[in-house]
């Protein structure tokens, strides 16, 4: 069982490049969701998904898309990289009877 | 609006002392309340859940209370060691902006000194 995991730990991406951050659950859990944290401002919610094929965005989703294609899954793109999107992405699931939310260990993101 | 506030933001304590973590939240209609320790460059760890009709939940030297009408929570660290040095966070799980969502303290920076 290994809970929340994030790929890729690590990444530098110029000005306008995209990439795909991926997040896997092996809890069978029906809510998924993307975080980033920065200093000073704690952890703030880009997007969220309620089950398998629907998201729905949080209070920071401009500039990212998300898809949950399968329900263990869920995914965050960078269309269009910007330094404004430097930060530190936490994925998180949570159970739907017991609501206890876990977090993934972390994708550290820099954009020059 | 929901707000979650933890007191202090630093602690420093020697070793083998007993503490206690406060956090407090504005709004009573929550579902439950989640502890949470990061250590620094890593993700966040679950240590407790406290639904909204409990009022405390106890794991090893961990023991964290609610009251829900009052608005607060403490977590209490007994025999505090040096492993114990980390960020902790609580939140509820609360219904904000038209969803159910965690909503974040700012965090404790405990430093548990040998």
């Known amino acids: 069982n290994a809970g929340v995991t994030q790929t890729p730990k690590f990444r530098v991406l110029k000005t306008g490049q995209s990439m795909t951050l991926l997040c896997a659950q092996d809890?069978?859990?029906?809510?998924m969701y993307w975080y980033r944290q920065d200093p000073g401002m704690g952890l703030r919610l880009i997007h969220y998904?309620?089950?398998?094929?629907?998201?729905a965005k949080g209070e920071v989703p401009d500039g990212y898309n998300v898809s949950r294609l399968k329900k263990q899954n869920f995914l965050l793109g960078l269309e269009s990289a910007a330094p404004s999107q430097t930060s530190v992405y936490f994925c998180?699931?949570?159970?739907?009877?017991?609501?206890?939310?876990?977090f993934g260990p972390g994708t550290r993101l820099t954009v020059l | 609006k929901q707000e979650v506030t933890q007191i202090p933001a630093a602690l420093s304590v020697p070793e083998g002392e007993n503490l206690v973590l406060n956090c407090s939240f504005t709004?009573?209609?929550?579902?439950?309340l989640q502890w949470f320790r990061q250590d620094p460059g890593k993700g966040l760890t679950s240590l407790l859940l406290?639904?909204?009709?409990?009022r405390e939940q106890t794991s090893g030297r961990l023991n964290a209370s609610l009251d829900k009408s009052s608005g607060r929570s403490t977590l209490y660290i007994a025999a505090s060691q040096p492993g114990d040095s980390a960020t902790y966070l609580c939140?509820?799980?609360?219904?904000?902006?038209?969803?159910?969502?965690?909503?974040f303290g700012a965090g404790t920076r405990l430093a548990v000194h040998p």
């Open positions: 939140a509820v799980l609360a219904l904000s902006g038209g969803y159910n969502k965690l909503i």
């Open positions: 998904s309620v089950g398998e094929g629907t998201t």
């Open positions: 998180a699931s949570r159970d739907r009877a017991y609501n206890e939310q876990f």
């Open positions: 809890m069978n859990h029906e809510y």
């Open positions: 406290i639904q909204s009709s409990q």
């Open positions: 709004d009573s209609a929550i579902y439950n």
